[in-house]
């Protein structure tokens, strides 16, 4: 499986050039994702992976919490097998972007 180290993912969203997918339930997404990401429960990969990235060629990163947590390669294996070209996990995940001190976005939910 392909990896990203932070500084890489950091530049590539600096940059645009990537779609950052969080492997991670709603719940988790709301309270915070890395800059621009979408939430890609595993449970729907294959549900949603088309809308959210409709170009299999499209630059793609999956993360989860850290490395404890499997989701992240989880997702970038479906989604080469569903046909994604150029999938990275960022295995460190949210847990080594915020302790690098790195911003996070919050949604903001409707009740």
């Not at 392909?2 to 309270?31: K, N």
């Not at 850290?66 to 995940?93: D, F, H, K, Q, W």
Request: aromatic share 6%.
């Amino acid at each position: 499986m392909d990896v990203i180290t932070r500084e890489e993912l950091q530049r590539a969203i600096d940059d645009g050039g990537v779609v950052v997918l969080e492997a991670l339930p709603q719940a988790y997404f709301d309270a915070e994702h890395l800059p621009g990401a979408k939430n890609l429960p595993l449970d729907e990969i294959e549900s949603l992976a088309a809308d959210l990235v409709p170009d299999q060629s499209t630059p793609i990163v999956t993360y989860c919490t850290g490395r404890s947590c499997p989701n992240s390669g989880i997702a970038a294996v479906r989604l080469r097998a569903m046909g994604y070209t150029n999938v990275r996990a960022y295995e460190a995940g949210k847990g080594d972007w915020l302790a690098a001190g790195l911003p996070v976005e919050h949604s903001t939910v409707a009740l």
